[in-house]
């Protein structure tokens, strides 16, 4: 695997060494090892599979609250997404910076997600589906989000918005006051 930093510390994009023959590919998604090399030490505790009907979809931006603070490793299994992470760490030099990947099926990208991010995607075709990776339970009441939106962001999304659920509508815009988590 091909662990690429981005601007934001711990954040990598990952790509997969694939094997082709005549009969097809195979790749490794996952090796404690080689996962070990970027720090990555904890167990996976429960994997997600999402399914998105309509190009320009936003889902996000998502995050749990200490102490249910996660890492997440996603990818994208069909179709295409423009991925997001937003460093929300507390003195950390990349607070409120984002970053921004392609993750597809065809080019077979992961997008590996610190503790202390943000994170969600826009759908760049029809039909998409991800497969997420997380270190941590899934706990309602610890649940937060800010809005796909938000100015002092400033996210860049290729698309213009599409679909975007109710409750990622209703997510609060970051005030001055915000420091990070």
């Not at 429960?46 to 936003?58: A, F, L, P, R």
């Amino acid at each position: 695997m091909i662990f690429s930093p981005t601007s934001l510390r711990g954040n990598y994009t990952i790509e997969p060494d694939i094997h082709s023959d005549e009969r097809g590919w195979f790749a490794r998604y996952y090796c404690k090892r080689e996962f070990e090399s970027i720090g990555h030490r904890e167990e996976w505790l429960q994997c997600n599979h999402s399914y998105t009907k309509s190009s320009g979809s936003i889902r996000g931006l998502h995050y749990q609250l200490p102490p249910y603070e996660e890492i997440k490793l996603v990818r994208c299994v069909r179709g295409s997404v423009f991925d997001v992470v937003v460093d929300l760490r507390k003195n950390s030099p990349t607070l409120m910076q984002w970053h921004g990947a392609e993750l597809s099926a065809t080019n077979r990208k992961m997008m590996y997600i610190p503790r202390g991010f943000a994170h969600g995607f826009q759908t760049l075709s029809e039909d998409c589906e991800l497969i997420y990776h997380h270190t941590e339970y899934y706990e309602r009441e610890h649940e937060a989000g800010i809005r796909y939106n938000d100015p002092r962001l400033g996210i860049r999304w290729p698309l213009e918005p599409g679909v975007i659920s109710e409750r990622d509508r209703q997510h609060a815009l970051l005030d001055q006051s915000f420091k990070g988590i």
